[in-house]
């Protein structure tokens, strides 16, 4: 057996509340065991790194300055909890009719992870609570599971034979650690 697969994980309604458009540190809130969550990943050996869309950038409603400050601020969260980000991959692009870019769904910012990780995105995991999210999974042969927030598209997701819907980023990472064909249960 391989080293365990990387995970990625999107930060607004899986880790964090999501309060559209963060440029404040002071606004960054873990969701409930969310750094414990991220521990376990760690603990279990995953490299796990953060995948965001941050149109907001592009947007001018707040500045990379302003990003860099809220993610130091989710790091600081992470680690009270023993929890810790392999790496960080954020776009600042707004939407665009022409393209994605490099947001998501397209796959630019997990490629980049993963040729400056050298890991395979094959068998590796998307977590987050959109179908952007996690939709990338099944271009590159991995696994994809949505946390349920008040922006996810849950129901739809259900009905999607590669997306596991799960409450919360806990349930998310017993899905990752459970043996291959089993159930975790702790």
Known sequence: MG????????RDGTIIV????LGDPAGVELLPRA?????RLNAAGH???????QSGIGRGYFTEPQY????????????EHGGRLDGEYHCAEGPHPQGFGCRKPGIAMYERAAAEHGLPLAGAWFVGDRLRD??????VDGHAVL???????WEEAEAISFIRVVPTLWDAVDVI?????????D
């Open 47 to 53: 490299p796990t790194f953060l995948v965001t869309n």
């Open 3 to 10: 080293a365990p697969a990387a995970v990625f994980l999107d």
């Open 134 to 139: 996690v939709i990338p999974a099944e271009r």
């Open 177 to 185: 650690l459970a043996p291959p064909g089993g159930h975790r249960d």
């Open 35 to 39: 750094g414990e969550a991220v521990a």
């Open 68 to 79: 860099a400050a809220v993610h130091a601020r989710l790091e600081a969260l992470l680690a």
């Open 18 to 21: 999501d309060r559209h458009y």
């Open 147 to 153: 946390v349920r927030s008040p922006e996810s598209e």
